[in-house]
């Protein structure tokens, strides 16, 4: 089992859509969970950042984490069509030599 | 403005002919990292740096090498480029590993080996 899973869709939504992002996990000690945006041609940035469990609001986007089932989520709320981008995952675990791990992302596009 | 600089931004080489990617960051970080960017594969990574003189091969570093001479710069190094080592490389940067502060990421290095 791939330690970070995502899907990479592509997802097409229309603009003022709500939109789902999903990764799973198989480390149960990853407590720093992240999103990431890429837009085309650029490299990826910043956009959510969560330690442990819970959820996160920023303007329209939403981060959650359930540990439990090793699960997190990127919700957009009112899409805009300059919210299409590629979507990454990525967690890590405290300690030294732990590295930040990456989903493989999920390409969006939002429809106008 | 903080950021990290990859030069160059497009490369097209021929197979064997010795190249350097250039990465400067100018935020202070302890922590860079290579990324290359596949389809399908996502980010993997080539060689991370925890400080000066310190390197340490990621998840795919065959064929590359880097340094760590200065805080701020972190050079990847192809000795003899094959054409599998076409790829978009990114090179980033962070207090710490773990990416709890975030990596800043350059703008990406399109590398195409003929």
């Known amino acids: 089992q791939k330690e970070v899973e995502q899907d990479p869709g592509p997802l097409s939504v229309p603009e003022g859509a709500i939109v789902s992002l999903n990764c799973t996990y198989s480390?149960?000690?990853?407590?720093?969970f992240m999103w990431y945006r890429q837009y085309s041609r650029k490299g990826p940035e910043l956009l959510m950042y969560?330690?442990?469990?819970g959820n996160k609001e920023d303007g329209r986007f939403t981060a959650q984490v359930d540990k439990s089932s090793k699960y997190i989520s990127l919700f957009i709320r009112d899409s805009q069509p300059s919210d299409s981008a590629t979507y990454l995952c990525?967690?890590?675990?405290?300690?030294?030599?732990?590295?930040?791990?990456f989903g493989k992302g999920t390409k969006l596009t939002v429809n106008p | 403005e903080a950021q990290v600089t990859q030069n160059p931004r497009y490369l097209i080489t021929v197979t064997g002919k010795k190249l350097t990617v250039t990465c400067s960051q100018n935020?202070?970080?302890?922590?860079m990292s290579w990324y290359r960017q596949d389809p399908g594969l996502g980010l993997r990574q080539i060689y991370y740096?925890?400080?000066?003189?310190?390197?340490d091969k990621g998840d795919v570093p065959e064929g590359y090498k880097v340094s760590r001479k200065e805080k701020r710069n972190f050079p990847l190094i192809l000795e003899s480029p094959s054409p599998n080592q076409t790829s978009l490389y990114f090179c980033?940067?962070?207090?710490?590993?773990?990416?709890?502060?975030?990596?800043?990421f350059g703008s990406g290095t399109r590398l195409t080996v003929v």
């Open positions: 980033a940067s962070s207090f710490n590993n773990q990416g709890a502060d975030g990596y800043t």
């Open positions: 480390n149960s000690a990853f407590q720093y």
């Open positions: 969560t330690y442990s469990s």
């Open positions: 990525a967690m890590s675990a405290p300690g030294g030599s732990e590295k930040l791990v």
């Open positions: 935020m202070n970080h302890e922590y």
């Open positions: 740096s925890m400080n000066v003189e310190v390197t």
